[in-house]
């Protein structure tokens, strides 16, 4: 099982990223996929999760106030995307993936992947 996150970099505040995370070694229509986030000096966080059906209820947000960041996924290229939008200095972090253990949201997750920096600054 491999999981790589990809796309982040230096961006202003105000500006979005589009994150993406392939998925191999697995049936990765078969489960839900995690975004997660680590800042410096900081614990991980969830970030979003998305099941494998197509219902809004497939989508969890860890902060659902937060309203800036969409998850999406498609199955045809084993991708998972994090939309990150109107970025923040306090969104900086290492963002990176995992594999679900179930199909649906559970908080449960068994594979991690390598994670892709993004750095909010002027």
């Known amino acids: 099982v491999q999981l790589q996150a990809s796309g982040g970099g230096l961006v202003q505040p105000g500006g979005s990223l589009r994150l993406s995370c392939a998925a191999s070694g697995f049936n990765f229509g078969y489960y839900a996929i995690g975004w997660f986030r680590q800042a410096p000096g900081k614990e991980r966080e969830g970030v979003a999760c998305?099941?494998?059906?197509?219902?809004?209820?497939?989508?969890f947000y860890y902060d659902p106030m937060n309203g800036r960041f969409a998850i999406s996924r498609d199955n045809t290229k084993n991708t998972v995307y994090l939309q990150l939008n109107n970025l923040k200095p306090e969104d900086t972090a290492v963002y990176s993936c995992a594999k679900g253990s179930y199909h649906y949201c559970s908080g449960a997750y068994d594979y991690w992947g390598q994670g892709t920096l993004v750095t909010v600054s002027s």
């Open positions: 998305i099941g494998t059906g197509s219902r809004a209820s497939d989508i």
